[in-house]
């Protein structure tokens, strides 16, 4: 029982971390500057990706497009960490029902990504307080 409360609070402390230095790091240009963005889900469960198609429709700032070729950025939701969000738990234990948001230019180059748990409201208000 120690051990799983050590891993948990372990897992919150990074969690934690890893959002302060995320807000700290500048808003790279070719996110600021895009208009158009693809959605790809990747393992995320279709409520998920409702709510995600949701808040990105409300908050209007990037049009959604049906092809990523016409996407100034690429926004990938996963059940399973990209090589750049799992960097951060440094090879550890990640979470059940964690889930991935990572944003991409469209040479690939990562310019953005947090986690969530359930609805991504919140993290989308976050990028959207930050862009705005």
Same mark, same amino acid.
């Given at each position: 029982?120690?051990?799983?409360?050590?891993?948990?609070?372990?897992?919150?402390?990074?969690?934690?971390?890893?959002?302060?230095? %995320?807000? /700290?790091?500048? $808003?790279?240009?070719? @996110?600021?500057?895009?208009? +158009?963005?693809? #959605?790809? !889900?990747?393992?995320?469960?279709?409520?998920?990706?409702?709510?995600?198609?949701?808040?990105?429709?409300?908050?209007?700032?990037?049009?959604?497009?049906?092809? %990523?070729? /016409?996407?100034? $950025?690429?926004?990938? @939701?996963?059940?399973?960490? +990209?090589?750049? #969000?799992? !960097?951060?738990?440094?090879?550890?234990?990640?979470?059940?029902?964690?889930?991935?948001?990572?944003?991409?230019?469209?040479?690939?180059?990562?310019?953005?990504?947090?986690?969530?748990?359930?609805?991504?409201?919140?993290?989308?208000?976050?990028?959207?307080?930050?862009?705005?």
């Amino acid at each position: 029982m120690k051990r799983l409360l050590l891993i948990a609070a372990l897992v919150l402390a990074v969690g934690c971390v890893s959002s302060l230095v %995320a807000e /700290d790091l500048p $808003i790279p240009s070719a @996110l600021k500057d895009a208009r +158009t963005v693809y #959605v790809v !889900n990747t393992g995320v469960n279709p409520h998920i990706v409702d709510n995600s198609l949701k808040a990105l429709r409300t908050w209007n700032r990037w049009a959604l497009v049906a092809d %990523a070729k /016409d996407a100034d $950025i690429t926004l990938t @939701l996963s059940s399973q960490p +990209t090589k750049h #969000v799992y !960097n951060w738990f440094s090879g550890g234990m990640i979470p059940v029902n964690m889930s991935f948001l990572t944003i991409t230019g469209a040479d690939g180059t990562a310019l953005y990504g947090t986690t969530f748990v359930g609805n991504p409201k919140k993290q989308f208000a976050q990028l959207a307080k930050r862009l705005d």
